[in-house]
Structures are given as C-alpha cells and as structure tokens.
C-alpha cells in the first residue's frame, strides 16, 4: 500500500535530506548502545572484524583439517575457536563472494554466476547484471554505518565499473582484483579473458610493487591501511576484508615453500584421496561408516602415468602446498601485527574458502596454450610455481583434495559446495566442532548478531536517476545459537534451502540432498542422496526413495521461481562457454590483427628455421634459392 507520504517523499532534495538524517541518527545510536553479545560497555573496546577468504581450497586442504601444508596460524585460530564441518559456499567464485559481503542469495545480488561462463540469453537479465543491482548492501556499508573503519585488499571479482568497486560498496580503502584471478609475480593476466591485471587502489588504477607476490602484498597493503589510518589513542573498531588469491591458478609460491612438499605427494592422487578419507574420519568430519566418492571417470590413473609425468604431477602438488603455506604465514605476520597493537585479544577471525578446488588444466586447451605462449607463460618442472609459471594442479588432484566428497569447483556436488569454515575471537568457544549445516549466507547475519547490530538498515538507497529502491532483505541466518550451543541446528528439518549456479543445483532440506550437474563432468541428471551418512555422494536414492526425491524437486522448483533462476540449455559446458566469451574478449578487432602478426612472425620463423636445417647458408644474401 502506497504511503500518503509518498507525493512528498518524491522530491529527490526532501528524499536525501532524510536519508541523511536517518543515517545521522543510526550512526549516533550505534556509537552509544552497547553489544550486549559479547559483554562490552565502552563502545571502543566493540571488537574488529577479520575477514578471510582463501581462493579454491577444498574440504581437507586446510591443516586444521587434515590437510598436509603447514598452516600454524590457522591451525591456532581452529584450536582456539569453532570450526564447522557442515557448512556450504557457492560451486563459482564470485557468487560465493557476493552471498559472503552480503547475506543474501546470488541471484538477488546480480551476482548470479561469473561473468567468465556468462551466456547470451543471461546478459542483461534480473539478477545476472555482475554487478551489485540497486538495494543491495554490503556488510562493510552496515559497518561503516555503525561507526567501523573498513578495508579491503585482494580479489574483489564483483564488478570493474567505478560504481561497483569496493570504495563504492562501504569500503574506506581498497586495494582489489576485479578479475576471477591473476599471476601472482607481476601485474599480468593469466588468461585471455582479460587482457590486462585490473588492480584498483581506492576506486583508480593500481600499479603492483617490483617485488609483488600476492599473498605478501594483500598483508603488505591491509597493515599498511591499518596502521596508516588507526590511531590506538583514538581508535575506532575496524573491519578489514582479506581475499587471497591462493590457491586460484596460476598456482604459485616460492620456492622457499615449495621444497618443504617434495616427496609428499608422490604417492598419487588416488594414494592422496584415500589418505585424507580416513583423515577426515579421524577427525570427525565425516561419520566413520562414510563411503568415499569414486574420482569422475575419464581422470588419468596414476599408476599409468610415464616417470616424468609423475614427477610433474607431484611437483605441481607441492607448490600447491606451498601456496598454502605462504599465505599462513602472511596471516602470521597480520597476527603479530594486531598483537603488537594490543589489538589480536579483540578481533574477530572469520576464514573460510569460495568453493571447493580448481580443476582446470590450463595447457589442455590449444587457444590457451597459444595465449600463454606469447604472454611469457610455461610449465617447466625446472621452475613450476616460480616467476612465469602457470602451475596448475589438474581435476585428478582436484578431486584428491575435495576428499571424502565428489567432484570439485564449479560443480554443486560436496567436492564444490562443502568447505572449511572457521571463526576464533572473542566469546566463541574454543576447540569446538560444529556439524550443523550452514551456508554461506550466514555469514553477515552471524557478524551482525555478534555485534548486536540489526539486519537491517532504515535508510533508502538513492540511485543516481532520483528513484529510492528498498533494501533487499538478507536471507540467511544467525550462527551464534550454534556458536553458542543454545541450538544444535540453524535450519529445521523441514526447511528448504537451495543454489544455483549456470545450472549447476543443489537443494537442501533436513539430512537429504538433491543435486544437479552440468557437463563435462556432470550429466544434467537430478539425483537424490542422504548427507548425514553419505557425504561423499555415493548412493542415489531417486528410485528407493521417490516421494522424498519428487518432494524435494518440487521445493527446488519453488526456490528457483522465488529468487529468479534462469534454466540453461541442457547442452550447456561451463568450459566451452568460457572459450568462446574469451574469443570474444581477445578478438576485436585490433587484437585480430596484433594475434595475426604474432601468429605470421612465429610462423615466418618456424620457416626460417627449417630451412636452415636444410641450407646452412639460408638467408645469406648470396644464397641462390
């Protein structure tokens, strides 16, 4: 019903006057009420917020998790606070990161899939703009509202437009990727689909050090703002959002990491999907009766493989490892630094990774490899990870380290959506292991309800053409009655949840799990498992149980109309979709011409050489041809 305010309210002078004030009004009574949640009178000792997102790490790659990388920063922030063992993310980047930011689902944040796999029927529809659509607000935006400083440094994937950087979306300072990944030495691409590293400092243009390497300069740039810009005489509570880009490829570390892991891995990836099964059984990950999903068919066998591919294989492995490790250990440096600053005792950790391990092999595409091989990319054994590598682990060992679970990134399946998830600070219990399921949604409401902030802000958003949109609702849930063990689930029994993500679907409702995969390793074929005693996605049970799978299809469906899912074409590949959007990028038209002079150049001299092989003398002006 249209209030009687209304005609008034359309003045865009009287709408911004009382926006202002309303935001006046809630900064004020922010700055005096107190958190009740974690017991704070004194509105300066409210604690920081640390957010942080690792890039492609599967269920068991973190050490707290039974992964083999040395990780003591994170194992300490597991051991010293709760870690979840149930909960769900998104199968794609950039989805995950924008339900993350802001708590509600993808596709009500136009952040439906990335715009790397975009398809044409998609562009320009509801929900799959790939940038923040009016209404939506970002957790730093409710911070900063709230009386927090707040920051940002690595992968921002969310939209390159000067309206949707981060400096635009609540964050004081910034430092961010607008790109699904980059090379980890130098300010380059390191595929097609971009043509350049499109790094932003605070809304502009960023240029990366000489002596960048990513995960050292994300710490580097944060405790730079951090202790720029936060006076411990007059502090201020702030929020500070990490997003690393290990273990996205390229992967890359140096060597320093590297050589800690050699030897490790030279079991194999089936050796390695066994070990860390009976791993996460040890740890309670998983029940100890649970199945272990068989490896997608197609994948190379170990045991098959020549001695120079095995060492390859395990190399790539260890720098994997390595990566892993270098980005604890920058961890440790921001910990010191906080501890320093008499800051660490009062700050919140919240870590966790975008989606389940990266299973793509960029030397198996004959367009990629011809990108890489004019824009100074190889994979030698001699210098894998190092400056100029393009190291890559392959789905083999994307599907060792999604282990106990099935499949990997970009898939709905456990192997893409189950991934660590750990939160250490003040007043969360130590040592905890908690086995609700939760999803990234959470996330905000969970950091909110600690604060005692409220989930909603009462203040319109003001577009640029003079029209207010409402706040769109968040549409996740609280973790602190888990948290705290007043509850032991989130969600009932009888509760819905789903995601979507370019076709690849999953609903959740109680211990059961329907789910929906697109090729190539996928089939488009719904099927139906129960996750309490076959996480691994091993037995369907569409046929046994068809009134519970018929239920569950009809909730899906539900889902999808509510929140704006579009279907995709049944023959639809994730992998040929982002081919064919890269040609799109790479071939205009200057490029079409630079490629071919490049391609005539290499051709001209792979001529040149054969010739000479023939006549020494080929090419000398007194050579008769």
Partial sequence: MDSPLRPILKSKCVRTIVALTTLAAITTAFATETTVKIEHADVDKRPNIVLIVVDDAGLTDFA???????????????????????????????????????????????????????TEEQQGQPGYSMYFEPGVTTLAQ?????????????????????????????????????????????????????????????????????????????IDKMIDYLDGEQNPAERQPFF???????????????????????????????????????????????????????????????????????QFFARAMSVHAGMLEAMDSHIGRLINFLRERDELDNTLFVITSDNGPEPSDPSAIGLNKLWMATHGYDIKIETLGEKGSMGFIGPEWASATASPNGLFKFYASEGGLRVPLIISGPAIVAGKSITAMTTVTDIVPTILDYLNLPLTLPVTSILDAGESVPEIAITGRSLLPVLN??????????????????????????????????????DNIWRLYNLANDPGETLDLRLQESEKFDELLVDYENYATEFGVLPMDSDFDYIKQVIANSKIKQFTVPRQIAMTVVILLILLEVYGLRQKRRNPNWGHPTCQR
Avoid at 84 to 111: E, K, Q, V, W
Avoid at 487 to 513: H, T
């Fill in 485 to 522: 063990g007043s509850q032991q689930r989130i969600y009932g029994e009888d509760e819905a949840i789903g995601i979507e993500v370019s076709g690849n679907s999953a609903l959740f409702k109680g211990d059961y799990k329907i789910t929906r995969n697109t090729p190539p390793y996928g």
């Fill in 64 to 118: 707290p998790y039974g992964g083999e990388a040395a990780m003591p920063t994170i194992q300490t922030l597991a051991d010293t606070g709760s870690k979840f063992t149930n909960y769900h993310t998104s199968p794609l980047c950039a989805p995950s990161r924008a339900m993350l930011l802001t708590g509600i689902d993808n596709h009500r944040t136009g952040i439906a899939t990335i715009p790397e796999v975009l």
């Fill in 142 to 218: 409710r911070l900063k509202v709230g009386g927090y400083k707040t920051y940002m440094t690595g992968k921002w994937h969310l939209g390159g437009r000067q309206q949707d950087l981060p400096n635009a979306h609540g964050f004081d300072r910034s430092f961010a990727l607008d790109a699904s990944g980059a090379d980890n030495w130098e300010q380059k691409s390191y595929i097609g689909y971009y043509p350049e590293a499109p790094w932003f400092e605070d809304g502009q243009p960023g240029t990366l050090p000489d002596d960048f390497y990513s995960s050292q300069f994300i």
């Fill in 240 to 310: 500070s959002y990490i997003a690393f880009q290990a273990v996205h490829i390229p992967v890359q570390a140096p060597r320093e990491f590297t050589d800690h892991y050699i030897g490790v891995y030279d079991s194999g990836w089936q050796a390695l999907r066994e070990k860390r099964w009976q791993r996460a059984k040890q740890l309670g990950l998983i029940p100890e009766t649970a199945p272990l999903a068989d490896m997608p068919e197609g994948l190379r066998d170990w045991n098959a493989l020549s001695a120079d591919d095995k």
